[in-house]
């Protein structure tokens, strides 16, 4: 085909179909599915250069694939970066983002409120080598001017956080943490690309678990490092090429179906997202609710300038504690009872008990994760229904 639009000036939902697609020379209309160990070469020379770096050519799947490259392209274009790089699972595009950088001696500063695996890599594994760090509550300013005080090489956050949907200034946290000469990365899975832009925040590295809504429908892992070309490149493709951190393509190949349906699935659980929020806030036994896109959301404002809708996660706790938080999620027949997110199903968790149970309990109740507490991750089922099955989780309140 000829005469192709220039896919910037096309609109999200069009360039998640047609952005960086490569075609073989078969034409087909599905991306071409790359399953393959190894490549070969004309000859020996062409094999040499490919190591050198003198020869464009695919070394090895774990190095990179065509695959991968395709899907690589089309997450470049919708976060508006230079460059991507996938890993296996989203706790490796966060892992690989921070031991990329980071040697003995450095430090890093994080939010407080991190999903319970991101937690413990700032709180036990990177100390291990030799790595100092510090926590700061997310919404604290005055923390984060001390804590970014000092020289730091990585700053860590997630905005809505895990699983309270904390929403915290990123434009401001970089602004202090390029002073103190931090790369700072940021886990927009909450968000989504689609509704939340860290790189035009100011932030260096985004990082996602493509699991999470680019999937979206519960069968393959996946993650993402998104950033400048000079940093993929130098800092973190070394790292994820010798440590072996490589999506398999079959798993670049299913995400590459589903993000053509991302712009529709998001939306759709949205709206879903934001007529639960309002039922439970005015159901009985449900003491507090939190979902950015409503007035009564602490950090309401801050959402608003950096977020374009509310996405589709719902906090909300419980009275009556672990039991109580219990019963309401056994009595539900449509929602299921999962530790993932960001799926076309919807799905509840207790995060007290499963996805932040390692954290102490003081901890938790620094971050408001309650024993009521339950994450919600909306999907695409009507609303009505939705609601109708939360009716049966407030009914088992009252009964109790």
Not at 15 to 40: C, D, H, K, M, Q
Not at 241 to 268: C, H, Q, Y
């Amino acid at each position: 085909m000829t005469d192709q639009p220039d896919p910037k000036s096309l609109r999200p939902a069009t360039r998640l179909i047609n952005a960086g697609l490569e075609r073989t020379p078969y034409g087909e209309t599905s991306e071409a599915l790359f399953l393959t160990s190894g490549f070969v070469y004309d000859n020996a020379e062409q094999a040499e250069g490919t190591f050198t770096g003198d020869v464009s050519h695919y070394q090895y799947s774990r190095f990179g694939n065509p695959t991968v490259s395709n899907l690589e392209r089309r997450l470049c274009d919708l976060e508006g970066a230079e460059a991507c790089a996938l890993t296996a699972t989203g706790m490796g595009a966060v892992s690989s983002a921070l031991l990329a950088q980071v040697r003995a001696g450095d430090r890093v500063v994080a939010s407080r409120a991190l999903f319970g695996s991101c937690h413990w890599i700032v709180a036990e594994l990177l100390p291990r080598y030799g790595v100092e760090t510090v926590f700061v509550d997310g919404g604290d300013l005055a923390a984060w001017k001390e804590a970014l005080s000092r020289p730091t090489r990585a700053v860590l956050l997630e905005s809505p956080s895990n699983p309270m949907l904390d929403v915290l200034d990123i434009r401001m946290i970089c602004d202090l943490a390029h002073k103190a000469g931090a790369t700072v990365v940021v886990d927009n899975v909450f968000a989504t690309p689609l509704y939340q832009k860290p790189l035009e925040l100011g932030a260096d590295v985004v990082v996602y678990s493509c699991t999470k809504h680019i999937d979206g429908q519960g069968r393959v892992l996946g993650g993402a490092v998104l950033s400048s070309s000079k940093w993929v490149d130098e800092v973190l493709r070394p790292f994820i090429r010798n440590t072996g951190n490589s999506i398999s393509p079959f798993n670049a190949w299913v995400m590459l179906k589903s993000i053509e349906t991302l712009a529709l699935r998001v939306d759709a659980m949205t709206r879903n997202a934001a007529k639960v929020a309002d039922f439970l806030a005015e159901a009985p036994g449900i003491r507090r609710v939190f979902y950015p896109g409503r007035k009564d959301h602490p950090q309401y404002e801050l959402a608003r300038k950096q977020m374009s809708a509310g996405s589709t996660l719902v906090a909300f706790e419980v009275e009556g504690g672990k039991d109580a938080a219990f019963a309401f999620m056994n009595a539900l027949r449509v929602i299921s009872i999962s530790n993932n997110l960001g799926d076309a199903r919807s799905l509840v968790t207790h995060p007290a008990t499963t996805t932040h149970m390692k954290l102490a309990p003081e901890e938790r109740a620094r971050l408001g994760i309650t024993d009521g507490a339950i994450r919600f991750s909306v999907g695409l089922e009507d609303a009505d229904d939705l609601i109708d099955d939360l009716k049966r989780g407030v009914a088992a309140l009252a009964n109790r």
